[in-house]
């Protein structure tokens, strides 16, 4: 992640320079971004963990999950082509402006994360619990901190981090519509697996609490 966030705060990292020409290299740039979404999408869903229980305990999910998307995450962050096509530039106070923007986005993740209680990246929790006899508790539906704003603050601090940047470049451009457009779908597939899993008490959450925009007061 502390790459990734390098990558959207600096740019691409000039690290493998493949030679594609300017539309090859976007459409090189697309495949990547979609690689990312569907490893990191699929394996999040109920159906996809249930089949992947069959072979592998579920204690062991959270940390190949974290693997599989830093694995991923990495390649598209060495891989990635930049372009030469500048569109638009900040400058002058409009770019301390967004940069500002962009270490408040920041802390915005630091507050949905603290929100959630537990934090495990790694997934490395569930590995313990085996060991100490005890079995993995089921989830807990808690709402509090950033969660009484909106329903996705991650998200939501994601897709502004992704378009404060600067510099507007092709390649840039079609990592900030791509990305935002894959976030936006993410949370109708996530929250299709938390009404499964906390039912009415999650539809009544969706009809108190905005998706990704704070528009309503707590």
Known sequence: MFLFGVFLFFGPLPLVRMGYSE???LAWDGLLSLVFFGQHSSMLRRG????????IPAHYHGALYAIASGVVLIAVVVLWQPSSVLLYAFEGSSRWLVRGLFLLAMVGMAWGTLALGTFDPLGLAPLRVPERGERISPPK???QGAYQWVR????LFSILMIWCYPDITADRLLFDVLWTAWI???TYLEEADLVAEFGEAYRDYQRKVPRLIPW???
């Open 23 to 25: 539309p090859v290299a």
């Open 48 to 55: 996809v963990r249930g089949q992947l229980a069959r072979v």
């Open 141 to 143: 539906l808690v709402i």
């Open 152 to 155: 996705h603050p991650l998200y």
């Open 184 to 186: 936006y779908c993410a």
């Open 216 to 218: 309503r007061s707590r």
